[in-house]
RNA sequence: GGGGCCGUGGUGCAGCCUGGUUAACACGCCGGCCUGUCAAGCCGGAGAUCGCGGGUUCAACUCCCGUCGGCCCCGCCA
């Protein structure tokens, strides 16, 4: 016989059905004469009995059954009776009374405990993930990957896109991260590198005429991880031909809506717009968690004519801020705490951090001497101090002061619990198209190359580079960065303009970009796009922490696989045609390298 | 590249600071009892020399150094 059902689907509509089930031996509960199996598959799992009064052969099978064995049973679906049923289970209200059970596979004891939130550590689980991904959360995480893919690929195709692929071995590119690099056997000497995103190629598909492109693509960028960074990650990548930021923002909320439909978060959502000087003003960051309500305050006019020399210097320079931050219930702390917010800001970039404590009525602070009450009630009403609060000052340049104090205030927020709930999507948009960078003593893209600036900006590229605002946005949920992108430049003059401005002469750029800036002579439609993190998507619908809860594989923080034992060596024919010989400091005493398989 | 935390039966942890008994406990596993359990229950049992290497010491799970691995964070990355 056939299987009939999966497990989780059997339900009360089958009752007084004969059914066939395959699936995992999960909770087995041996009574002497009864016994009951939760029988597990993907779609969940069913209570299975085994009566030897009824069916003793069947019986006798699984009193040898064991967990994880892969076992079919076919039998009746049965009402419980009412004191039996277990409401707290989906199909608590039948379960399946066994006629015969067949062993179709033996397991051996899995090393942890197949169970809902499991116990075992992360790297064993990622050692042995095929068992792992058992478990019901990483199945339901999978389930609900697929199904917000499938929806984008459908919204997408509804609104007219072609899902085209680009390559995976392509060349390196400047900029950016570090990129993951192949190398040929047919040039030798010579590299492919994998795409940190498809970013050229869908430029190129534009001036190619096709319009509406997206894909959802694999990139890979070999920078150090994080719980929301994998080496190997996905984008929803998207891109448009006669568009404006507005357009490609407009297809990108009808396309979040879509996902948060799917995923069962029901209601309006509101997308807000923040431009980048306000939410650093605002909040300290440029993807502010807009679920923490406080806001940090301006209060350099406060300190211009004030005793407190530092910061009457620090504000009377032009540039400068210094921004206030009310921590509730910030009066009540101690010394100690407030030294360990200072070590986080200076972390952070400030040079040290200002705190007033207001309890009844009377104000505490080792700088309470230098300001004088007005100046300190001053502070309190333009904060919004209450009696209890603290009043937490950096004094710098506008956007060291503002970011510092976000570290503080995202800090804050998660230790004192100002998080509220919901879904807050914010779009953050006039960023500065370029910044400074010590590294490459220029400037850089802060988005990427291709980004066009602001119209009326344009002139100041040559006069005011860091002024250029970019006409770029991110996408932002609950202060994580879903995703961003920018209209591109399509004109070749501009193009070369944007380069100049980053120290990037007409050589080198025709070196490096040679094929894209040819490709803007030969007619390309104005045109502009967005990539969204399609992992940190499913992650967030998910309500989960970490990206490796919703990637079948994923990779550890030192970007191994631990099942699959990669990366590995190669061995010496394979350096050979690859014409590489491989320069490894080995250690005395060192452990020797693993067999590998 | 830097900082922090962790590594003890199959699994999760206690012990380590204040070196010295049979390395505790829970889950799992094995056996027994049990016909309405659903994280089944009760009884019994097996199972670890403490990530690896070195050092200190009469003696190291415990102290020191190194190393490997995992997680979190900064730098990096969009």
Known sequence: MKRTHRCGEVSKQHVGEEVCLQGWVWHRRDMGGLIFIDLRDRAGFVQCVFDPSRAPDSHAVAHEWRSEYVVQIEGKVVERTPENVNPNLPNGDIEVQVLSGELLALAETPSFVIEEDSRASEDLRLKQRFLDLRRPPLQRALRLRHELGLAARNLLDEHGFYEIETP????????????????????????????????????????????????????FRDEDLRSDRQPEFTQIDIEMSFVTAADVRQVTETLVERLLEVSGHSGQVRFGELSFPEAIDRYGSDRPDLRIRQELCDVTEAFVDSGFRAFAQAAALEGNAIKALRVPGGGAWGRTRFDKLTDEAKKAGAKGLVWIKLN???????????????????LATRTGALDGDAILLVADEWEVAATSLGVLRSQLAASEGWIGDGMQFVWVTEFPLLKRSDEHGRYVARHHPFTNPVPEDLDLLEQDPLAVRAQSYDLVLNGVELGGGSIRIHRADVQERVFRAMGIEAQEASEKFGFLLRALTFGA???????????????????????????????????????????????????????????VQTEVGADPPDEGV
């Not at 390196?172 to 970013?199: C, M, N, W």
Request: one cysteine or more.
């Open 168 to 219: 995976m071995l392509t060349r390196s590119t400047p900029e950016g991260a570090r990129d993951y690099l192949v190398p040929s056997r047919i040039h030798p000497g010579k590299f492919y590198a994998l795409p940190q995103s498809p970013q050229l190629f869908k430029q190129l598909l534009m001036i190619s005429g096709y319009d509406r492109y997206f894909q959802i693509a694999r990139c």
């Open 360 to 378: 009844d009525g009377a104000f505490t602070s080792p700088v309470a001497k230098f300001l004088g009450d007005a100046a300190l009630q001053d």
């Open 525 to 583: 439609p104005p045109h502009g796009g967005i990539a969204l993190g399609f992992d940190r998507i499913v992650m967030m619908m998910a309500g989960l922490k970490s990206l490796r809860d919703v990637i079948a594989f994923p990779k550890t923080t030192s970007a191994a696989d631990l099942m699959m034992e990669a990366p590995g060596d190669a061995t010496p024919d394979q350096l050979e045609d690859l014409h590489i010989a491989v320069r």
